[in-house]
């Protein structure tokens, strides 16, 4: 339940409305769809709009921009492409994919169709303003792949090159694996 929440957080921080394109790689350089990582990219959108939808009675948003993310855990590498960052004067947020705002049944069932990666840093969440490059602690990471969900509710994001790139690490919640990456809006 918590980790449905967190990712439900960061895809409720941002503003921003379109979707993207996302593979994931496990060690072995194979993708979830048994594809080389290395020209694999898949639509994770259905209809391919972008924006707020319903979906079997489900809400969901998908984002469409130039940004990535990368993220690194328990061995496997999803990359998402596509995605939109919101950069104010005291937050960072980045979004990429689908998400699914719900946790009943058909929402959990939806999530398996789709990847999603948030990130957001600031006043939004830890209360404190990310205005400026620098390392921020209290960040929320989160991403779905198709229904296997990653997140880490404080993590350390370091914010570069005007707030338009970074790095971020933490330990997945419920778990001890760590959880890496980088990210470029």
């Known amino acids: 339940m ?14 921003a409305a379109c979707g993207g394109k996302q593979s994931s790689t496990d060690s072995s350089g194979t993708t979830a769809g048994g594809q080389s990582s290395a020209s694999s990219s898949s639509n994770n959108s259905s209809s391919g709009a972008c924006g707020v939808r319903q979906e079997n009675g489900v809400n969901t948003r998908t984002f469409c921009g130039t940004a990535t993310a990368q993220m690194d855990v328990g061995g496997k590498t999803l990359t998402f492409e596509k995605g939109e960052c ?13 998400i699914v705002l719900g946790s009943d049944d058909t929402a959990n069932t939806l999530r398996q169709k789709y990847a999603y990666f948030g990130a957001t840093v600031g006043q939004k969440v830890s209360g404190k303003d990310a205005a400026t490059d620098g390392a921020y602690t209290g960040a929320v990471v989160a991403a779905n792949d198709h229904g296997t969900g990653y997140s880490a509710g404080n993590a350390t994001v370091t914010l570069k090159n005007n707030r338009k790139s970074g790095e971020f690490t933490g330990t997945k919640i419920g778990s001890q694996d760590t959880i890496t990456g980088t990210f470029t809006c």
Not at 2 to 15: E, F, N, S, T, Y
Not at 86 to 98: K, R, V
């Open 86 to 98: 919101e950069i104010t004067s005291d937050t960072f947020a980045l979004n990429a994919g689908t």
């Open 2 to 15: 918590l980790r449905i929440i967190v990712v439900a957080l960061v895809g409720c921080v941002l503003l």
